[in-house]
């Protein structure tokens, strides 16, 4: 199939248009310049056809012969070159088809015919009239026989250069262009230099095309070589990214995570979340207190520093209660666009254990209720907060002799015994706490006497109650004395208010024989006045 836009068929169309042009225009010229010649050339015959009859006809005018007047003229009309002719001198006149020539508009050119003897004499007058209709039609025949034999020997020039050019330039280039087109990049083919061009432009240039291929296929080679590395060092990272255990996720500013792994996917699923590629900006709707996590890391990301802390996590599961230590820093591209990069690891293991620490701190392994750390940090906070409550300090009768008789198993028992009552007679806002030894402490909910006595009652029956170890069929009961403080009303301090319950403790234990059913004594600043005012007498 020819292509029409291939370089063979333009430049054969670019030669043949350029031949017509040049053929057209020289043959054009060659016409004219014939036309030309064989007008000049009729012009001259019929000047050289008069000289031929020019000394008959001054014999014919010198001696008035009418005849040999004649024979001139029609020797001259005898030419196709020449439509009339006449002669005209004082004696003789003589003409053939001259009413034709004027009818017809043909200008005569006039000869004078001189003295044969006297040749500066003239003695008639000769008028030949050209047949210019017969001089231009061979004109114009010869002109378009040379036009015809131009046309004829451009077209064989033409076709000759044509083929020359296309053997010489078209079919290598063409060849050269295949070559170059079947080339796949950065492999070893490479193009032939074409016959009889090694020195040629043709064969400049396919060297230059082979060089060019050569740095193309070196630029492959490195180029393939990088991709690979690249491949390689892409899937080693997204193994390590994938089964990364810490949640990561790559996300933009407005909140659509472009990327995450396998970790995040669990986490959420953990904690009842759906899938979706949008939790809110910086991740705000997976944490129970977003406008915390959002205030750090803005301040941090606004200080170009990373964020970091610790968060719990909001589930929609009973059971899940998840705590993140959340890693975000921002990134920015090479194009500009914003990126934040969001670890979070799940440290609830962690925060449980520390949980677990916090409450062995704060409660007593033996009872399960709060041990003395963990009341004085309610008393301080119940303090700090400005509570009205009531402080009952609690001191077990009978507890030393249990431990004497029956060990401090059974001691331990006991303690377990007037915890449990405790925690079930005092009310839903009481706390109750192991003060240490057999000391127990109260925290109430009262601002007066009377809803203290209530409590108190119900508690002291309960602790009264009949105990029995082992298969002892002996019952054993313990007792209690209770010193009563109510904060602020008795003192704002809390040293003090410890103290004057203490004391008052001590004053009810002094009942527990004589009146056991005054076993609550409510305190007051005078008590603690009193004593400190013995204390000081007994070392005076």
């Known amino acids: 199939m020819i292509n029409i836009y291939g370089l063979g068929v333009r430049f054969s169309l670019f030669l043949v248009i350029a031949s017509m042009l040049v053929v057209l225009t020289t043959a054009e010229f060659f016409y004219r310049a014939t036309y030309e010649h064989e007008i000049n050339e009729a012009n001259s015959d019929i000047e050289e056809l008069y000289q031929t009859v020019a000394a008959t006809a001054s014999i014919s005018a010198f001696l008035e012969d009418e005849d040999l007047a004649k024979e001139a003229i029609n020797g001259l009309v005898k030419s196709d070159k020449i439509l009339a002719a006449s002669i005209k001198s004082e004696a003789v006149y003589y003409q053939v088809n001259v009413t034709e020539a004027i009818n017809k508009g043909t200008k005569p050119r006039e000869f004078v ?12 007058e000769v008028n030949v009239y050209p047949n210019f209709d017969h001089i231009i039609e061979q004109a114009e025949a010869i002109s378009t026989d040379n036009n015809y034999s131009l046309y004829v020997e451009a077209i064989v020039v033409g076709v000759v250069a044509l083929i020359i050019t296309y053997y010489i330039i078209i079919a290598p280039m063409i060849r050269v262009g295949r070559s170059l087109h079947e080339i796949k990049p950065g492999t070893k083919q490479r193009i032939d230099v074409p016959d009889y061009h090694a020195k040629s432009e043709i064969g400049a240039l ?24 690249i491949q390689f060092l892409e899937k080693r990272f997204r193994m390590l990214f994938e089964n990364a255990k810490s949640a990561t996720v790559l996300m933009k500013k407005d909140g659509f995570i472009e990327l995450r792994n396998k970790a995040f996917n669990d986490l959420t699923e953990k904690i009842g979340q759906h899938d979706k590629q949008d939790y809110g900006e910086l991740l705000e709707q997976l944490f129970e ?9 803005t301040e941090a990301f606004a200080r170009n520093e990373f964020a970091t802390g610790e968060y719990k996590l909001k589930s929609h599961t009973q059971d899940a209660v998840v705590w993140v230590q959340l890693i ?6 090479d194009d500009g666009e914003q990126y934040y990069q969001l670890t979070l690891n799940d440290i609830s293991s962690r925060k449980h254990e520390l949980q677990k620490l916090a409450l062995q701190a704060d409660f007593d392994s033996l009872t ?12 301080t906070k119940l303090v700090s907060k400005g509570h009205h409550f009531a402080l009952a300090l609690i001191d077990l009768n009978g507890f030393k002799a249990v431990n004497d008789i029956y060990g401090h198993d059974a001691g331990d028992e006991v303690l377990i015994f007037v915890a449990d009552q405790l925690k079930e007679k005092i009310r839903k806002n009481d706390v109750s706490i192991r003060w240490g030894g057999d000391e127990f402490v109260l925290l109430l ?23 029995y170890f082992n298969d002892n069929n002996e019952p054993t009961v313990v007792s209690m004395s209770v010193g009563v403080a109510f904060y602020p009303h008795t003192t704002r301090d809390v040293d003090t208010l410890i103290k004057l319950a203490d004391i008052a403790m001590y004053k009810a234990k002094q009942n527990k024989v004589s009146a056991p059913e005054d076993y609550l004594i409510f305190a007051d600043k005078e008590q603690l006045t009193a004593k400190e005012s013995k204390q000081k007498s007994e070392v005076d």
């Not at 050569?214 to 492959?220: A, D, H, I, P, S």
Request: charge should be negative; hydrophobic fraction near 35%.
């Open 113 to 124: 015919v001189r003295h044969p003897f006297i040749p500066e004499e003239s003695l008639a």
């Open 445 to 467: 909910q009262a601002e007066d006497e009377e809803s203290v006595q209530k409590v108190i009652s119900k508690v002291n029956k309960g602790v009264m109650q009949p105990f």
């Open 206 to 229: 396919v060297r230059d095309t082979n060089q060019l291929l050569n740095k193309v296929e070196e630029q492959f080679t490195q180029e393939r070589q990088l991709r690979e590395e």
């Open 328 to 333: 975000a820093s921002p990134l920015l591209t």
């Open 368 to 379: 399960g209720i709060y041990n003395r750390n963990g009341g004085e940090k309610l008393i």
């Open 289 to 297: 207190k977003p406008h915390e996590v959002k205030g750090a890391l």
